[in-house]
């Protein structure tokens, strides 16, 4: 995991991520190292970061090298506006070099998989408790069925959900992956031939849902593209969650859209991935203690409805007029200077954190910061290098070249 932040006011735009990751070995092992390159400038032609956190690869290529590609292909590209050079990167995420079907064969299949384990855990929770308050029920191959079933139908037809693989059409997905469904279900579901075949397509219905418009079980990697086009006075920022690729298309969502302007907002904080210790800072609570607070009100009987969404409301706005509004007051004064030391203090917080309590410090190392002005361009405050710069004359030669 990984703390980063952006805050952007009418100077510019500071770009902060730490240096940890954190590498799984199996069976509950875990170790972190803090030498990870997450924030990345586009060079001297262009006014643009690029900052990743979350899964550091992309259809197993590691980011860095993505981006590093992209930034030589287009180094001599000028885009009018940041969303110009958003829509260039995501195209170029789709170049030939990094699709390959087998592994995006692979990456269904593991959501398949682990979406029949999600489906087997929840029900057997449901079926312990149709035996806790019957326990003289005989828990039969029907029963067993129609719990399956009915999770399946209750999860089913979300109206509400999001298209993240617009053109990956029903058809083609159970001719490619229904067998696979199937075998899976054969796999790990032990009922007589009768009753598995009746889950064969309830279940490829749902495991298509869940490919095309959620991404609960992918391996999701955060991508923020921040700075300016060669038109624009003031910083922008977009950011997506980036999932595979499957042909030509990726299967993603934008998260945030934020940019200064003089009308609408003249500064932004935008924090990501482990945001728990900036949300504090800013809203003068921790977010688990908030959402303890507006639960406990919800819970209460003897309040009404209305009483409840007023005290919630109460908090809100306090939270509002005497934290995030101060902050923003100063924030949006603050030169560059500043700016970048208020990015490095907060990051350095969550890892503070990390470092004190028992969790795994999945927060940590040096903290790499890039500031973006529309008069200097991308300009290195703070970073780290695997090598001694001293030493290697040659790389300081091919760089200025």
Known sequence: MTAEISILNKNGIVLAADSAVTVNFGQGQAKTYNAVNKLFSLGNN????????????????????????????????SFS??????????????????????????????????????????????????????QEVLITPEIILTVILSIITDNLNDDNDEILL???????????FSEYCQKAI?????????????????????????IIAKNIFDSISGVVI????????????????????????IKMKITHETSVDLINSDASIVPFA????????????????SEFISNSIIELEEL????????????????????????????????????????ETLVNLTSFKRHISDSLETVGGPVDVLVISKGDGP??????????????????????R
């Not at 796999?187 to 749902?206: A, Q, V």
Request: glycine fraction near 4%.
């Open 46 to 77: 262009h006014d643009i970061g690029i900052m990743i956190y979350g899964n550091a690869e992309f259809m197993e290529i590691p980011w860095e090298i993505i981006i590093k590609e992209f930034r030589n292909e287009y180094r001599e590209t």
């Open 81 to 134: 506006e940041l969303k110009d050079c958003a829509n260039a990167f995501i195209n170029f995420l789709k170049d030939d070099r990094f699709r390959n079907n087998d592994i995006s064969v692979k990456i269904v299949y593991q959501i398949i998989d682990l979406l029949l384990e999600l489906l087997l855990n929840m029900s057997s929770k449901k079926i312990n408790e149709v035996q806790a308050g019957e």
């Open 274 to 289: 482990q945001s728990d210790m900036i949300s504090t800072v800013l809203t003068g609570m921790d977010p688990i203690m």
């Open 166 to 176: 617009k053109n990956f059409e029903k058809k083609r997905f159970f001719i490619e």
């Open 226 to 249: 921040a700075g300016y086009g060669v038109t624009e006075l003031f910083p922008s920022l977009i950011s997506y969650e980036i999932s595979y690729l499957i042909d030509t298309e």
């Open 379 to 400: 300009i290195w405050i703070s970073r780290k290098e695997y090598f001694d710069i001293s030493k290697n004359i040659e790389y300081y030669n091919r760089k200025r």
């Open 186 to 210: 054969d796999r790990d579901i032990f009922l007589p031939k009768e009753y598995i075949e009746k889950l064969y397509n309830p279940f490829t219905e749902l495991a298509y849902q869940i």
């Open 304 to 343: 009404t409805e209305d009483i409840k969404n007023t005290l919630i409301d109460s908090i809100t706005n306090q939270q509002q007029l005497q934290f995030i509004n101060p902050i923003l007051g100063v924030i949006r004064t603050l030169a560059l200077p500043e700016l970048a030391n208020v990015a």
